[in-house]
């Protein structure tokens, strides 16, 4: 088969790989028909954290089951399936916790197995990673668009409004106007926020987030950026969804914050370092933290549930399509900013 293999900083090459195999009863083979490039690929992409030369690449999969290990009760062959960017076991005590991404038995694609930019995946623990996709969904490609972004980032916008304790009636900013950044303000706006202000500085991205439910946008930087939210909110925003993971930015989340409010933090904080960051500045104004890699296990259902109504559609943070000779293409596109989120379908 073939599939998206690293080589070194900007250089990632569609190659011919060996064909996925079953090697556990919990292993499941799925051939994928959609994937995606991540924002955070872009770290090793750019030399930004180690990668191992010649691994496989991509942690977002969607496409149809070819064959079951013996032990898979949930999922059979021919059945069309998405899956969290996080491996997990549905089982163990995080997972029964809502916290899939810590799964004591899990991982995650491309770094633990299989990279999902490539026709098909080894899909270990099947039953507690794989989520089966209504039969009317097939074969409606507008509609499987829509459901493909549960796979990472709405669900990861979704859970920076569940960090940052969004509530209907509330005001919130949300950091980075990124993909994560948009779906958070999707999530928001679902969750009933009454005000998002949103912090950004790419227009054609603004402009999505106006339709996703932005009331507010602030296009300028630093100082300048943190009077216009403090002017906007009289004081700042009960609820800040970080969404970029620099230390600037999460900085600037702190200063926006309210008294007594909570940053929920999910850019994967890439030179965010303690020493770094205003701990004074959020003791002395009681704010709460909490973030971390989304469990989007837990939230795919009920967040499909909106989209099979018709209700929830992330579907235009992609701005980009290619096939998988296109991935490479699709790395320099996301690197130089000529595209949000890249779709792939093979």
């Given at each position: ?16 790989v ?24 872009l ?26 290990g ?23 005590e ?20 299989d990279?999902a ?14 989520v089966?996709?209504p039969?009317?969904a ?40 990124g ?10 706006r ?28 602030i ?45 929920g ?22 704010l ?25 559609d ?5 701005d ?10 699709g790395?320099a ?8 989120k ?5």
């Open positions: 088969m073939r599939a998206a293999v690293y080589h070194a900083p900007g250089d990632i090459r569609i190659e011919e060996n064909d996925p195999r079953i090697e556990e009863p919990t292993d499941a083979i799925v051939r994928i028909t959609h994937t995606a490039i991540c924002g955070s690929d770290w090793f992409y750019r030399g930004q954290m180690d990668y191992e030369p010649g691994a496989r690449t991509g942690h977002e999969p969607m496409g149809v089951v070819e064959a079951v013996s032990e898979v009760r949930t999922v059979k062959p021919g059945d069309f399936v998405i899956a969290p960017f996080a491996i997990s076991d549905g089982t163990c995080f997972c029964q916790k809502g916290l899939h991404t810590v799964c004591r038995h899990g991982g995650f694609w491309a770094a633990h197995t990279g930019q490539g026709e098909a995946v080894r899909a270990p623990l099947a039953d507690g990673t794989l089966r996709v039969d009317r097939e074969g409606d490609e507008k509609l499987l668009t829509a459901l493909f972004p549960l796979t990472d980032v709405m669900a990861t916008g979704h859970h920076a409004a569940v960090c940052a304790d969004v509530q209907k009636g509330s005001t919130c900013v949300v950091i980075g106007d993909a994560v950044g948009l779906c958070g303000v999707l999530a928001a679902r969750i009933g926020a009454e005000r998002i202000i949103i912090v950004g500085h790419h227009e054609a991205r603004l402009e999505i987030a106006r339709r996703f439910g932005a009331t507010d946008v296009s300028s930087r630093g100082d300048e950026a943190i009077g216009g939210i403090t002017e906007l909110t009289g004081g700042g925003a009960d609820h800040v969804l970080e969404c970029v993971g620099a230390a600037g930015s999460m900085q600037h989340a702190i200063q926006v914050a309210r008294p007594g409010g909570t940053i933090y999910m850019g994967v904080p890439h030179g965010v370092q303690a020493e770094g960051l205003d701990v004074m500045g959020m003791f002395f104004k009681h709460v933290l909490r973030g971390g890699p989304a469990p989007a296990r837990a939230y795919m259902l009920e967040l499909m549930d909106d989209v099979l109504a018709g209700t929830l992330p579907s235009p943070v992609f980009l399509t290619v096939g998988l000779e296109g991935v490479p293409e790395y596109a996301m690197d130089q900013r000529r595209a949000l890249v779709l792939v379908r093979i």
